[in-house]
Structure formats: C-alpha cells, structure tokens
T-cell receptor
Framework: QKEVEQDPGPLSVPEGAIVSLNCTYS??????FMWYRQYSRKGPELLMY????GNKEDGRFTAQVDKSSKYISLFIRDSQPSDSATYLC???????????FGGGTRVLVKP | NAGVMQNPRHLVRRRGQEARLRCSPM?????VYWYRQLPEEGLKFMVY????????ESGMPKERFSAEFPKEGPSILRIQQVVRGDSAAYFC??????????????FGPGTRLTVL
C-alpha cells in the first residue's frame, strides 16, 4: 500500500467551475502538507503549504487538512484553462526532510 | 533571483554509458534534494545533500547511483552504466536549510534522461 494515495484522474471541468482534489495518507507521522502544480514537462511549483488541521486560503486556492481522517484537499475556485496541469500533494514527516508525493491528479479545464 | 537550474535539460545515453546531471540551487540555498519521476509514476525521493555532506540517501538505488554537492560548484547526480529502466525525469530541489521539515523546497525544470 502506498503511503500517499491520490486519484490520477483525469479530472475534466468547465471553465469557472470549482476543482476539488484530495489525497489520503496512512502514516500519522506526516505533519506538513503541500500542494504542487506541475505543467507538462516542467518542474513542480509550490501552491500551498499547511501544517495544521483546518483551512488555509490563498487567492483562488484553499487547502484543507483533516489530520484525524488523514485526508487533505485542495480547492480551486473560478478555474481557468491555465489551471490545466497535474496537481501533486506532498507530505513531510515531523523532523523529516524528504517530500513523499502522491501520484498526481491531472486536471483539464475546458474553455 | 534565478531559480534552481538544471542541466542538461535533455540527455540521451546508450546502455552502459555514464550520465551526469547537474543542479545549481537557488542563491542562498545550501540544501539540495534529488527526486526521480518515472513514466506514469509520481516523484520519488532519492537523496538529500548539504555542502560536502550526504544527509539522507535512503532513496538511492544501491548500485550505479551516486550524488555529491561539493563546496564549490553544482550538485551532481551520477549514474554509471545506465540501463533502460533509468529513463526518467530527474528533478533537483533546493531549500535554505533553516529547518528541513518546514523549509519550502523549490524545484528545477528537471533533466529528462533517455537511455537507448
């Protein structure tokens, strides 16, 4: 069983819709949670970083963490065609140093 | 402020040759991480280095792979006697090294290695 599970998609939505992405994890040692965006043939780009249960908002992006359920989410409001990319969740254990990634969800926002 | 730089961006090698991948961290960053992204798979951690030290190499294959981050110059990921299964995108990330668990890791554009 993978440490971090993420639905690979693809997730296709119309422009302006809310995109909902999530990851589940099995190890409660994970304490820091990130979402990266990766365009085709590019490096991952950090979108959101959270470390406590609850919501964190930044512009059109909201990250949600539920440590009791070992479940993290990313919501993208008012989605644009430029949001079409692969979204990766990444987790770090307390006192750790390496990112453990989910497999990524491919998102396609259609104009 | 230039981001993380990797070169070459594309590298083609024949089976049995050596591949050397270079990574220059962001200015002011002293910690470097290497990750590998195999086709249809997620990013997997390989190794974590500080200047002149390997801190964690738990993700490195036991044979043929090595990494260094010298006092001067870029970090190098070296793959000896490449095989077709080494074909992948190799990403380098850097961080300032203030607190590894909470530092943001900034990624480079990657090197795509193709082994013929």
């Amino acid at each position: 069983q993978k440490e971090v599970e993420q639905d690979p998609g693809p997730l296709s939505v119309p422009e302006g819709a809310i995109v909902s992405l999530n990851c589940t994890y099995s190890n409660s040692a994970f304490q820091y949670f990130m979402w990266y965006r990766q365009y085709s043939r590019k490096g991952p780009e950090l979108l959101m970083y959270t470390y406590s249960s609850g919501n964190k908002e930044d512009g059109r992006f909201t990250a949600q963490v539920d440590k009791s359920s070992k479940y993290i989410s990313l919501f993208i409001r008012d989605s644009q065609p430029s949001d079409s990319a692969t979204y990766l969740c990444a987790l770090i254990k307390a006192a750790g140093n390496k990112l453990t990634f989910g497999g990524g969800t491919r998102v396609l926002v259609k104009p | 402020n230039a981001g993380v730089m990797q070169n070459p961006r594309h590298l083609v090698r024949r089976r049995g040759q050596e591949a050397r991948l270079r990574c220059s961290p962001m200015k002011g960053h002293s910690h470097v991480y290497w990750y590998r992204q195999l086709p249809e798979e997620g990013l997997k951690f390989m190794v974590y280095l500080q200047k002149e030290n390997i801190i964690d190499e738990s993700g490195m294959p036991k044979e043929r792979f090595s990494a260094e981050f010298p006092k001067e110059g870029p970090s190098i990921l070296r793959i000896q006697q490449v095989v077709r299964g080494d074909s992948a995108a190799y990403f380098c990330a850097s961080s300032p090294g203030l607190a590894p668990s909470t530092d943001t890791q900034y990624f480079g554009p990657g090197t795509r290695l193709t082994v013929l």
